[in-house]
Antibody, heavy 122, light 107 residues
Framework: EVQLVESGGGLVQPGRSLRLSCVASGFIFDDYAMHWVRQAPGKGLEWVSGINWNSGTFGYADSVKGRFTVSRDNAKNSLYLQMNSLRAEDTALYYC???????????????WGQGTLVTVSS | DIQMTQSPSSLSASVGDRVTITCRASQSIRSSLNWYQQQAGKAPKVLIYAASSLQSGVPSRFSGSGSGTDFTLTISSLQPEDFATYYCQQSYSNPRTFGGGTKVEIK
């Protein structure tokens, strides 16, 4: 069974940094692309970032480009999101998401974690 | 960026009803369209990928159709567990984008 467990969320002041982590199990992690998707309270879904199986391909939403960096450590079955220069509008539940795409490239989102909540406020 | 527009934003329906939700892309995305269901307080779950392919384990009352810019999700006979919010999402290009969601409520 696929399991994705996020951690690292919390309350942070505007302008500060936070690093989210996701530990994966139940599948061969380095065979698949991974993503971060967020959901602000009471709002819809927003794709934040994605990374292919070997960290050769990245993608970012315009709203986070230049501030957030996605990375992965296949030896640790882990996905990360480094979030810098945080803003109030980054407040959201951040989901770690697995992509079933062929050859570890981007396709769609087939398994989701339960999310970790990031609150940006002074 | 490709904009995804869903309609309606909400609807009320009864158990057993046939429900149709539409999604329009701002440019052609071929068949690169996926549908997700999010029940209250839970993570989203994929229902349909590549416009019309049913994800493993998803009941056959869910179906998807369309290509290019116009797509539909149909629930043939609404069940109590189907009251949820539904999102379309394009996987044609980065940045991946979602529609605004359609909340299906009990009439």
């Amino acid at each position: 069974e696929v399991q994705l467990v996020e951690s690292g969320g919390g309350l942070v002041q505007p302008g500060r940094s936070l690093r989210l982590s996701c530990v994966a199990s139940g599948f061969i992690f380095d065979d698949y692309a991974m993503h971060w998707v967020r959901q602000a309270p009471g709002k819809g879904l927003e794709w934040v970032s994605g990374i292919n199986w070997n960290s050769g391909t990245f993608g970012y939403a315009d709203s986070v480009k230049g501030r957030f960096t996605v990375s992965r450590d296949n030896a640790k079955n882990s996905l990360y999101l480094q979030m810098n220069s945080l803003r109030a509008e980054d407040t959201a539940l951040y989901y770690c998401v697995k992509d079933p795409g062929w050859f570890g490239e981007f396709y769609y989102f087939d398994s989701w974690g339960q999310g970790t909540l990031v609150t940006v406020s002074s | 960026d490709i904009q995804m527009t869903q309609s309606p934003s909400s609807l009320s329906a009864s158990v057993g009803d046939r429900v149709t939700i539409t999604c329009r892309a701002s440019q052609s995305i071929r068949s690169s369209l996926n549908w997700y269901q999010q029940q209250a307080g839970k993570a989203p779950k994929v229902l349909i990928y590549a416009a019309s392919s049913l994800q493993s384990g998803v009941p056959s009352r869910f179906s998807g159709s369309g290509s290019g810019t116009d797509f539909t999700l149909t629930i043939s006979s609404l069940q109590p567990e189907d009251f949820a919010t539904y999102y379309c999402q394009q996987s044609y290009s980065n940045p991946r984008t979602f529609g605004g969601g359609t909340k299906v409520e009990i009439k």
